[in-house]
């Protein structure tokens, strides 16, 4: 069902194999959270995306619509904290998880370029350093809310 060799979407590597029965695991290369999806187009295709992409822009709607949301009147000011607190926290833990991946690996994507070593080193120790601080002011902004 997939090619013979995948190719990964975030680090662009191929893979030797996906190796295991479940439709989740990490890249062999790059250490990023992939899975498998049935493509839309073709009957008997799996694509391979990447969890971390994935998980960036399903959070987008959600912000947007609390911010629309919050504009019509249909959230009072406590719920849109609250909403903009828990998408700080997730967006935080993304950013963690992707930026420590970077530091172990060495491999970082920023936009569709895909930096290894050194630059790639500095560029995922700022994204752990943002992640971070995003947990705080989300973690922060859940107490304060609740």
Excluded: H, Y
């Amino acid at each position: 069902m997939i090619e013979e060799q995948p190719q990964c979407p975030f680090c662009r590597r191929f893979m030797p194999e996906w190796g295991t029965p479940l439709p989740v695991k990490a890249c062999d290369i790059c250490d990023r959270p992939l899975f498998l999806f049935p493509s839309l187009l073709r009957k008997r295709r799996l694509n391979i995306l990447s969890a971390i992409d994935v998980a960036k822009v399903t959070m987008l709607p959600i912000v947007g619509g609390a911010t629309v949301s919050f504009g019509m009147g249909g959230l009072d000011p406590d719920q849109f904290a609250a909403v903009v607190a828990g998408a700080l926290l997730a967006w935080g833990m993304i950013d963690v998880w992707d930026g420590t991946a970077g530091i172990k690996t060495e491999f970082d994507r920023v936009k569709k370029q895909v930096k290894r070593g050194s630059a790639a080193r500095k560029m995922s120790i700022a994204k752990t350093i943002f992640g971070l601080s995003s947990i705080v002011l989300g973690s922060i902004g859940l107490l304060m809310v609740g």
